[in-house]
């Protein structure tokens, strides 16, 4: 489980850390550090690769702190940074995404499935769905759908508009509905 | 689980936030933030590539974050859900890295965040900013693979003040890199120092199973504010001080502080 931090003390360890301030680094870390954990998880697909990620993401995040002028994008500009590492490192070490997992049978390394039966067809289908997509768009989702970014929020990470965010997403979208046959909105 | 955000872009959108935050939640551990950030500081002191530190190329990082791992589960610890509070009583107790390289420490300084401010303590006087207190270690003695430093916090501001009996310590080197971070401190007692005087309390610490030291080290004894002071050799001191033996690398490393006396 994630510590929650507000925003008054989140401005401060943030403050506090870009001065090299180790405990209230580490109160930034006992905040985000989950939430980096999942992009990281949709974007390469591998448990032990995204925490390499995020511990890589928190490397790269202590030496740029000091350019966090608003303490209100730290989230979305940690999330990014790790969605980042996982792209790269996956790609470092020519991994592919878990679709194995579906083909084989066999659950690959570090990936754990849920014991019902109806829950581990599940988080199958959306694994393998997932491994069919381009890196970029995973890491599209990841920041969406495991870290609820906003649009914007993303636009910025990406170096895109808002609304180029949303006509992508939407298209994604579609695509995981039909193949997740999740036809009936919710 | 991930809140959908507030700019919705199709009713889908509900469905495929809660599959992705199903699906994503296995690769949540428990973790020690404080070895985390320890293991951040040392990386990027290193200045190595991305990924290092749990990558095969580390054998020493992969040891930071499995240790950190490691000691989280050992304690049955889970960091604190929903408190927001790093100095819950769950936290794990330290954190030891390995690749730190201390060097010769100049004279003591306090060290002050931006945004230390006096709080008020019972007993009647304002708590010790980090602007008031200067630390200074008097001996540092070995005995049975401990190491014990003898610091002395002096008032040197214009009035009294009070600060917790304990704190938390941790062994750090010059550059400010924790070698050994100590679990937050539960203090019982406030204890006052009056305007040029001190209190005293020795800090035991052990297993520090790091690159070796290679000049003086110093002792950071953590505020309630997380503001901080360094306390480094007096002058009385000759020769460096030599951290604390290894005893077990797959030991975690421990540091703790008796309570502050006059």
New interface residues.
Partial sequence: ??????NE?LR?AV??AA?????????I???H???M??????VCGD??L????V?????????KLGSIRDADRLRPWLVSIAAN?AK??AR?RHRRWIREAAIDGDEPSG??VGSDPA?RA??LD??NALAGLEPDDRTL??L??????????IGRAFGMT?GGV?AR??RL?NR??EE?H?DQ?? | M??????P?????????R???????????P?D??A??????A??RRGTL??????GASAG?RLI?VGAVLAVAALGV?????????NSPAQTATANVPDATPTDAPAATPTS???ATPTSVPGGFEACTTDQLAGTITAWEGAAGHRIATVQLRNVGNIGCSVPDLL?PALVDTD???LI?GTPAQPTSTVTIRAGRYVTTQVDMDNYCGADPTGALRIRL?LPS???VEAAPGSGLTGPLDAPPCNGPNQPADIQMQPLQP
């Fill in positions: 489980m994630q510590a929650v931090i507000d003390s401060s403050a506090n001065h090299g301030d180790e405990v209230a680094f580490a109160r870390v006992a905040a550090h989950d939430d954990a999942r992009v990281a998880f949709v448990v032990e995204a925490q390499e990620a511990q890589a993401a928190w490397q790269k995040a202590w030496t590492e790269q490192l470092s990936l754990r829950g599940d988080e959306l694994a989702i990841a969406r759908y495991a870290a609820g970014l906003t649009s914007d929020e808002g949303r997403l939407a979208l995981l509905r997740l999740d909105p919710a | 991930t809140n959908l955000p507030d700019d872009i199709d009713p889908y959108e509900s469905t495929l936030t599959r992705v935050g199903t699906f994503a939640e296995q690769v949540v551990r973790i933030p404080v985390v950030a320890a293991a951040a500081h990386g990027a991305a990924g290092r530190l749990l990558g990082g974050l889970v960091i604190g859900a929903g408190s927001g509070n790093l965040g931006p945004e938390r400010g890199h924790a971070v953590y997380e503001d901080s």
